[in-house]
């Protein structure tokens, strides 16, 4: 039950996804990923990508215009 | 989509960063809106149709941030994760659009006026095809289209403030070169208008139809792609 951090501040659109992506996919079951992010379309399309993969998924608003995606495999 | 039941997530190094009290922002909203109608009222004095450009302007805005509508999604996403949700309300839009424009329009003519915005019928030529890609290109490092870069800039993204520095630079050179391109490469490519060839009915129902199987095929791909069951 691991927990890493992916940090994608300042990265624009497809980057954080793809980022989650790869990282994803090399985290053991139960384990929690926390993307940071601040670019408001990666709020949705990580999560919505997260959850197509059947992967529980919260947003929480840390700041304003910044977000922590978490996400447990 | 459904989101599925919320079971708290379980952090076990739990590092949650301490939340910033949050300020109401209502003050600002406010303001803002008294912003926009006080300029308004100043571009009415001007000219009406000035501060008609002002308020759909900030409506669009509007639309477009909230509702995260982002036309590189739209066609970038599939190729990525094959979520195609934004292309899909993408087409629904077009589909939109194009019955709206065709009443406008067709409207004109029927009243004998001469037909609004016929002068962006512009010609099809293999430059549409490398321009569309050239553009595509573009659009996903800059990681937004020309609205999406403006409504990013607007929620303070600063590396698209970047792109928006030489979005301005090459619409310049585009401009300034665009006579030369105009005489040379385009002016023999046809110029299509639908009506024209299929009449008003055939042309509106012809479009929508290839919307409609663009919209299944997106449909398809997603399901294909994410392996989507259909009911959890």
């Known amino acids: ?73 | 989509m459904t989101e599925p039941a919320n079971i708290p997530i379980h952090r076990t190094t739990t590092t949650t960063r301490k939340r910033k009290k949050k300020k109401s922002q209502l003050p600002i909203a406010l303001l803002v809106l008294l912003g926009i109608i006080a300029i308004g009222l100043l571009l009415t004095l001007r000219s009406t149709s000035v501060a008609m450009f002002w308020v759909f302007g900030c409506c669009f805005g509007f639309a477009l941030q909230k509702s995260r509508f982002c036309f590189t999604a739209s066609l970038r996403d599939p190729c990525i994760t094959g979520s195609t949700s934004i292309t899909k309300a993408v087409l629904i839009a077009f589909a939109l659009t194009s019955i709206g424009f065709t009443a406008i329009k067709y409207n004109a003519f029927v009243s004998g006026q001469t037909i609004p915005g016929q002068s962006y019928v512009m010609p099809v030529s293999l430059a549409t095809v490398v321009g569309g890609i050239m553009f595509g290109i573009g659009m996903v490092i800059a990681g937004g289209c020309a609205s999406g870069t403006l409504m990013r800039i607007g929620e303070g993204f600063a590396m698209q403030m970047l792109a928006l520095v030489f979005f301005v630079i090459g619409s310049l050179w585009g401009a300034k070169d665009m006579g030369w391109w105009n005489m040379n490469v385009i002016a023999g490519a046809p110029r299509i208008f639908l009506p024209d060839v299929f009449g008003w009915m055939g042309a509106i129902v012809i479009q929508l139809l290839i919307i409609g199987c663009l919209y299944v095929a997106a449909d398809l791909w997603e399901r294909k792609k994410l392996g989507i069951k259909d009911e959890e």
């Not at chain 1, 090399?26 to 959850?51: F, Q, Y």
């Open chain 1, 1 to 73: 039950m691991a927990e890493y951090e992916l940090d994608c501040l300042g990265e624009a659109c497809p980057v954080p996804l793809m980022k989650a992506e790869k990282k994803m996919a090399t985290l053991n079951k139960g384990d929690v990923l926390v993307v940071h992010i601040d670019h408001s379309c990666a709020m949705k399309n990580v999560p919505e990508w997260a959850r197509s993969q059947g992967f529980n998924v919260e947003v929480e608003e840390v700041d304003d215009g910044e977000w922590d995606v978490i996400i447990e495999k």
